[in-house]
Structures are given as structure tokens and as C-alpha cells.
């Protein structure tokens, strides 16, 4: 007889595992989310029903043999490389770059969006953090900015967005959307008005069903992606999971639902390089703010 597991994992296979680019990994620990677009990388989006296994545990149900990776999480805009974040104290930072094989980077989220990077030709990783203070901020520009001075080509970068709170469920002040816009307008002939205008074309920009004054709703999974498309990543490439942190309690732990101060974790392993990892490229870039 198969051992019985929580909800909503109870479900036949047809039942749970039809995310459209995406997929559930069953192992002995239980199950994690992976996107199609990164399935050539060992990574994970981890559930609250991992709660109480950190980053040391979590990396052994991804991969074996790996080094683990965190920052502090302080709602920055800041990137490190990863070997600057491997032991405690962890340093604060919302943004990990690999510099070398067989790394496994961390981030922690309970309603911002955890984003992976991978690019396919290098194996290099990145792992950021992105509330809406990282993208006005651009944590992850200011990451892939860092994977193309060692060498990556952001044509061919591949990004999963994973689950997060959605726009029906993040209410703002108008003033938080306006510095989320502010991140693109500099590109744009119009400005504040016309990255505003994106927004909401996009669908990340919504005004509040409640009607309450000075305030929107704000998807920033959404704005997440058309910053990266702004920037010139292929629109191809960019994955991003349906799922609302807020909406699906089984799954996930919610600020914005709860008000209690738990995380579920979010990793992606860097490869080996053939030939080893070239160094000329990594003078200067200790430490990014």
C-alpha cells in the first residue's frame, strides 16, 4: 500500500502535477516545485511543508555533494558572489552569484518572489530575492549584470519565477508602484508615465477593487517580468509559476495572509565548468552594492 501523504499531495498524479511548465518532484522528503525551463539545472521551489529544514537540509533532496549558499535577506538590492556567503554570519545580501561548480544557492520568501537564473552555456547560477523593493531596486539586473562580467550572455539567460503573491492579493500605496515603474522609466521616451502605463498593460498594475484611496494592486511577479524583458532577456525565456503564495495555504506560508514570520526556501545547484572556472573575470566583484 503507498504511504498515505498530506493534502493537496493526496491527489492522483493528473490531479496536481498539471502546472503548465512546471512540475512537482516527489522524493522521500515530500514534494517540490521545478520549472521546465531550468530542468537541465538541479533546483527546487520548496513548500511550507518543508518547515523546519533549512538550506544544509534542503540541498540534499536537490543534489549531493553540494556547498550551500544564503544571504541575510534585508529587502536590498545587493548581490554577492556565493563563496562570500557560506558560512555564518550569514552576509546581507538578496542576491547570490555562482563563482564556482557545485554550488547550491539559497533564498527564503514568504510572498516575494523567489527568482532562479541559469545560463546553459556556462553553468553559472544566480538566486535573488525579489519583494517590491528588489525589483524597484533592480536585484535582479544588478545579478545579471554580475553573470555577464564573468562571461554569460543575457540573450541566453533562462529565469524561473517562482510562486509568490499575486496582484489580486497585494494591495499598495500608489507610491510603491510608482518606484516599482521608476526601475524601467529611464528607458522609456515617456518616463514615469509611460513605465506606469506598462504596468498596467501587463496586468501587474491593477486598480483596487476596494476602491481604497491611494492604493493599487501590485503583481509584482509580473513587473518582475517585464523589467527582465525591458532589459533584453527573451521573453521565451522567463518562467513564471501561477501559483499565489497568498491564495494556496496547503503550499505556502504568507505574510500578507498570516502575519507570522516563516519563509519556505528556493535553490538552484551552479555546474562545472569543462576546463575549470575562469578567474580573470572576478577581480572586482567581491562585493556589489
Given at each position: 500500500?503507498?504511504?498515505?501523504?498530506?493534502?493537496?499531495?493526496?491527489?492522483?498524479?493528473?490531479?496536481?502535477?498539471?502546472?503548465?511548465?512546471?512540475?512537482?518532484?516527489?522524493?522521500?522528503?515530500?514534494?517540490?516545485?521545478?520549472?521546465?525551463?531550468?530542468?537541465?539545472?538541479?533546483?527546487?521551489?520548496?513548500?511550507?511543508?518543508?518547515?523546519?529544514?533549512?538550506?544544509?537540509?534542503?540541498?540534499?533532496?536537490?543534489?549531493?555533494?553540494?556547498?550551500?549558499?544564503?544571504?541575510?535577506?534585508?529587502?536590498?538590492?545587493?548581490?554577492?558572489?556565493?563563496?562570500?556567503?557560506?558560512?555564518?554570519?550569514?552576509p546581507e545580501a538578496d542576491g547570490l552569484v555562482s563563482d564556482a561548480g557545485g554550488q547550491?544557492?539559497?533564498?527564503?520568501?514568504?510572498?516575494?518572489?523567489?527568482?532562479?537564473?541559469?545560463?546553459?552555456?556556462?553553468?553559472?547560477?544566480?538566486?535573488?530575492?525579489?519583494?517590491?523593493?528588489?525589483?524597484?531596486?533592480?536585484?535582479?539586473?544588478?545579478?545579471?549584470?554580475?553573470?555577464?562580467?564573468?562571461?554569460?550572455?543575457?540573450?541566453?539567460?533562462?529565469v524561473a519565477l517562482g510562486p509568490a503573491v499575486s496582484g489580486g492579493h497585494y494591495q499598495?500605496?500608489?507610491?510603491?508602484?510608482?518606484?516599482?515603474?521608476?526601475?524601467?522609466?529611464?528607458?522609456?521616451?515617456?518616463?514615469?508615465?509611460?513605465?506606469?502605463?506598462?504596468?498596467?498593460?501587463?496586468?501587474?498594475?491593477?486598480?483596487?477593487?476596494?476602491?481604497?484611496?491611494?492604493?493599487?494592486?501590485?503583481?509584482?511577479?509580473?513587473?518582475?517580468?517585464?523589467?527582465?524583458?525591458?532589459?533584453?532577456?527573451?521573453?521565451?525565456?522567463?518562467?513564471?509559476?501561477?501559483?499565489?503564495?497568498?491564495?494556496?495555504?496547503?503550499?505556502?506560508?504568507?505574510?500578507?495572509?498570516?502575519?507570522?514570520?516563516?519563509?519556505?526556501?528556493?535553490?538552484?545547484?551552479?555546474?562545472?565548468?569543462?576546463?575549470?572556472?575562469?578567474?580573470?573575470?572576478?577581480?572586482?566583484?567581491?562585493?556589489?552594492?
Amino acid at each position: 500500500m503507498a504511504e498515505a501523504v498530506d493534502p493537496p499531495f493526496d491527489r492522483p498524479d493528473a490531479g496536481f502535477n498539471a502546472l503548465e511548465g512546471w512540475t512537482w518532484i516527489g522524493c522521500y522528503g515530500g514534494y517540490y516545485l521545478q520549472s521546465d525551463r531550468l530542468s537541465a539545472f538541479e533546483h527546487g521551489f520548496f513548500t511550507r511543508q518543508w518547515q523546519g529544514r533549512g538550506p544544509e537540509v534542503l540541498a540534499g533532496y536537490v543534489s549531493a555533494g553540494v556547498s550551500v549558499h544564503r544571504p541575510q535577506q534585508v529587502h536590498s538590492a545587493r548581490v554577492l558572489n556565493a563563496s562570500a556567503a557560506s558560512a555564518e554570519p550569514w552576509p546581507e545580501a538578496d542576491g547570490l552569484v555562482s563563482d564556482a561548480g557545485g554550488q547550491s544557492l539559497w533564498v527564503c520568501g514568504a510572498d516575494c518572489t523567489p527568482v532562479l537564473l541559469a545560463d546553459p552555456q556556462s553553468g553559472r547560477v544566480a538566486a535573488c530575492h525579489a519583494g517590491w523593493r528588489g525589483v524597484a531596486g533592480g536585484i535582479v539586473l544588478r545579478a545579471i549584470e554580475r553573470l555577464e562580467a564573468l562571461g554569460c550572455r543575457r540573450a541566453e539567460l533562462l529565469v524561473a519565477l517562482g510562486p509568490a503573491v499575486s496582484g489580486g492579493h497585494y494591495q499598495v500605496e500608489q507610491s510603491v508602484a510608482e518606484q516599482v515603474a521608476a526601475s524601467m522609466a529611464a528607458s522609456m521616451p515617456g518616463g514615469l508615465a509611460e513605465a506606469l502605463a506598462a504596468l498596467e498593460a501587463c496586468g501587474a498594475l491593477q486598480a483596487d477593487p476596494d476602491g481604497v484611496a491611494g492604493r493599487v494592486r501590485l503583481d509584482i511577479r509580473l513587473a518582475q517580468r517585464l523589467q527582465l524583458e525591458m532589459a533584453g532577456l527573451d521573453a521565451h525565456h522567463i518562467s513564471l509559476c501561477p501559483l499565489c503564495t497568498v491564495a494556496e495555504p496547503l503550499l505556502f506560508h504568507s505574510w500578507r495572509r498570516d502575519q507570522q514570520k516563516v519563509v519556505q526556501w528556493s535553490g538552484i545547484v551552479s555546474q562545472q565548468v569543462d576546463g575549470g572556472w575562469p578567474t580573470q573575470h572576478l577581480h572586482g566583484l567581491t562585493d556589489a552594492h
